[in-house]
């Protein structure tokens, strides 16, 4: 099935959720309303014609000051049976950044899950493990926002210094010379 003709399908059942279809370079996207993300993801899966099997990604983006809404969750979707795939993007909010989780659909969500959390400050209502994944449990703030310091902050993170102990002692073990 091609990509707008999934497009088209998902346009077709839940009409009032779609706010955009784009085609570039034969990639469609599909822009949705975030709050039955979860039925229509689950719709992907289970519908034996699109049979959605496979959760290649789930990214964030900030559009901070160019959209209403600041953030996107972006899933990226892939059926190995059917070799189609299909990106959908769900709008997310500043004052509320929370979207349901998709684990009970694709286990393997949780990961992407975690690391839009860590670097965007994106929650997942129904994801039991949401804690940071790349950054240590004590950082402070999102470092993919488009607000988050370039060139870092006053104050170091405070686990830095014993970061460094830490590798100062393994440094014996350093067989390269």
């Known amino acids: 099935m091609k990509p707008l003709e999934i497009a088209d399908k998902i346009t077709e059942k839940f009409p009032d959720e779609v706010l955009d279809v784009r085609e570039f370079r034969e990639q469609v996207s599909v822009t949705l309303k975030k709050d039955r993300i979860l039925e229509i993801c689950r719709y992907l899966h289970d519908d034996p014609d699109l049979c959605f099997d496979y959760l290649v990604d789930i990214c964030g983006a900030d559009y901070e000051g160019k959209k209403e809404k600041r953030f996107e969750v972006v899933y990226h979707l892939y059926?190995?049976?059917?070799?189609?795939?299909?990106?959908?993007?769900?709008?997310?909010?500043?004052?509320?950044?929370?979207?349901?989780?998709?684990?009970?659909?694709?286990?393997?969500a949780?990961?992407?899950?975690?690391?839009?959390?860590?670097?965007?400050?994106?929650?997942?209502?129904?994801?039991?493990?949401?804690?940071?994944?790349?950054?240590?449990?004590?950082?402070?703030?999102?470092?993919?926002?488009?607000?988050?310091?370039?060139?870092?902050?006053?104050?170091?993170?405070?686990?830095?210094?014993?970061?460094?102990?830490?590798?100062?002692?393994?440094?014996?073990?350093?067989?390269?010379?």
């Open 110 to 177: 949780g990961w992407h899950e975690r690391e839009c959390y860590d670097m965007f400050g994106i929650a997942f209502s129904g994801n039991s493990d949401l804690r940071r994944i790349l950054m240590p449990e004590d950082w402070e703030g999102y470092p993919l926002r488009k607000d988050y310091p370039v060139e870092g902050t006053e104050r170091e993170w405070p686990g830095f210094e014993a970061v460094l102990d830490r590798a100062n002692r393994f440094k014996k073990f350093d067989w390269q010379g």
């Open 79 to 108: 059926s190995i049976e059917r070799c189609h795939a299909i990106r959908l993007k769900a709008e997310v909010t500043e004052t509320k950044p929370e979207i349901a989780s998709v684990t009970n659909i694709w286990a393997g």
